[in-house]
């Protein structure tokens, strides 16, 4: 064990928590969660964080770190129309998807040939929304969000990980300055909240089977990839895949909607930094665990601190920390140049909110641009 082995996953715990929290809570309200649901949303995350990390990191001795699902919570954060029962039911969906994927092989390699230029423009027309709003709300408040964009902007150049916690703290400093916080609520430990689910069949197509496939294409996929670069070959992604699947199907009845391999995080904690052995750095796991299990104790606490905000700088913290994400997507979407057409007719019916028999944009955009596709494989032929 070294200091910074304990640094390292301290620090991807922050990055992870902070830095995404303020997408968790736009989904909290786009579902309609109650103050007592979104907390036991939040401390759900944190415990599946808590246990799958230590489990996943010790079996196999890897640096094998989990977090939920920025990219699910923004797809929820921009559905409409659903409530939080039939939320839940999406979530088993998705999940159970998940385990089923662990279980047959066949179903993996179908998603692992997903189109990249479709699956990263529908994760693309869903995460722009955020990074606009960040300049509808500066309208409003040009005082607090302008200055912290040029934050972001400048210290990104020094730490792309740092940048978003950076912009957290100057904000709460600078809403404090200019009076828009609230009362800081008291200390709370957490609880959880059980929430029975509702199986709606547009909201099971519209977001539960966009969620899973957010989740494989943007987090799983990309998470092997960090730990394969990192020189890890021999990556167990079924097992990844089963952990993480089943304990997201047991929170989700508590408001957790999707855990997953880490990817930004992750690589936190798998590069030299963290140790300079790659086979001693899945001692990051128990420490990054544990801490994961700190904050789901006091889960409650830090979503009222986060709700006493304005409501301007919780819109910027989200799209600033998306801002790295939809740079990715949009490059992906675009890199090959025969997928184009298909790649920015998904973004565009994703972002537009468009929605048709009850069904949510993020399915009609992936459905529009797999069709595309199809029709311009069957021309050429």
Known sequence: MRGSVVVSALVAVIVGFFGALAVVLAATQAVGATPEETSSWVTALCLTMAVTTPILSIRHRLP???????????????????SMSAAVGAFLLANALMVLTALFRPLSAWIERLPT??????LAGVLIRFVIAVFDSAQAAPMLVLPLVGLFLVMRLVSPFGAVLIVLAVGVILAHVLGLNGPMPEITLSSLTF????????????????????????QNLPGFAVLRAAGYHQVPSRSIIAVTGLASL???????????????SASI????????????????GPIYGAAYLVL?????????????????????????????????????????????????????????GFSFLGIGSAFWGLAAGLVTLGLSALWKR
């Open 296 to 352: 789901a104790v006091f889960g409650a606490s830090l979503v009222s601190l986060f709700y006493a905000l304005p409501q301007a700088l919780i819109v910027t913290i989200a799209g600033t920390a998306l801002l790295g994400a939809l740079s990715g997507a949009l490059g992906s979407a675009m890199a090959d140049e025969k997928d184009r057409i298909a790649a920015t007719l998904t973004l565009a019916v994703t972002a537009s």
């Open 117 to 122: 230029s479709v699956a990263a423009a529908m």
């Open 269 to 284: 904690c798998t590069g030299p930094d963290a140790h300079p052995d790659k086979d001693k750095r899945w001692m990051t």
């Open 195 to 218: 929430i029975a689910p509702t199986f709606d069949l547009a909201v099971l197509i519209g977001l539960g089977v966009p969620l899973y496939l957010v989740t494989m294409a943007s």
């Open 250 to 264: 047991a929170t989700a009845p508590f408001g957790a909607h999707a855990s997953n391999l880490a990817a930004i």
């Open 64 to 82: 094998i770190v989990t977090a939920w699902s920025t990219p699910g919570a923004a797809l929820i954060a921009a559905s409409s129309g659903v």
